[in-house]
């Protein structure tokens, strides 16, 4: 089982681009989370889907969009770059919402 | 202990001595709380959990205490190794969102 898998691992991006940072699981869990993680600071959930087809805000969701058209995949959407989005972003799923959650291993975005 | 801001508390310790990582959570009403230990450059990884009906768990080397009266979590790790250097965080979830809050977590180093 590879577990999440998150690409790209890196990237730079200009204020005002759009990109899509891209998570995938093959544990078949109907839970999947979006998290910021900045520097000295707990992880953030900016998105979170209890299933396919379903999304839900988390505390920080602002700049963000997300989709979740099958099980496996949940994808996180920057429409207008902004340094404040300069951040890790990691994507996690679980079983359930009471049960450990399951992380990649993170995107390294950095907005200039 | 945890810390909000740009400095995470730090622990060292010498190699083959035992650890213990603090956690304080503001939720009474939290009922699960897990361990996440997180290497440079890697995602989070689940170590242990315990749920509000335990007063203590143990895994391989690991042991989780829950004092529900202060709202206190401690993370115990015998004969301490190089390789458990990282930066380990508490995690807890419970009414009234259920969402899993993350604290911002406390750095391990190892001494050989």
């Known amino acids: 089982n590879a577990g999440v898998t998150q690409t790209p691992k890196f990237r730079i991006l200009k204020i005002g681009q759009s990109m899509t940072l891209q998570c995938t699981q093959d544990?078949?869990?109907?839970?999947m989370y979006w998290y910021r993680q900045d520097p000295g600071m707990g992880l953030k959930l900016i998105y979170y889907?209890?299933?396919?087809?379903?999304?839900d805000k988390g505390e920080v969701p602002n700049g963000y969009n997300v989709s979740r058209s099958t099980t496996e995949d949940f994808p996180l959407r920057l429409e207008l770059a902004a340094p404040s989005q300069t951040s890790v972003y990691f994507c996690?799923?679980?079983?359930?919402?009471?049960?450990?959650?399951?992380f990649g291993d993170g995107t390294r975005l950095s907005i200039l | 202990g945890e810390s909000v801001g740009l400095h995470l508390p730090t622990l060292s310790v010498q190699e083959g001595d035992n650890s213990i990582i603090n956690c304080a959570y503001s939720n009474s009403a939290s009922d699960y709380f897990i361990w996440y230990k997180q290497e440079s450059g890697k995602g989070p990884q689940f170590i242990i959990d315990?749920?509000?009906?335990?007063d203590k768990r143990q895994g391989q080397r690991v042991t989780v205490l829950l004092n529900k009266t202060v709202k206190h979590l401690s993370l115990q790790i015998a004969a301490t190794q190089p390789g458990d250097s990282a930066v380990y965080f508490c995690?807890?979830?419970?009414?009234?969102?259920?969402?899993?809050?993350f604290g911002a977590g406390t750095r391990l180093t190892v001494k050989p």
């Open positions: 315990i749920r509000s009906n335990m």
């Open positions: 889907s209890v299933g396919a087809g379903i999304t």
């Open positions: 995690a807890e979830n419970g009414p009234p969102s259920d969402d899993m809050r």
């Open positions: 996690a799923s679980s079983f359930n919402l009471d049960q450990p959650q399951h």
């Open positions: 544990m078949n869990h109907n839970y």
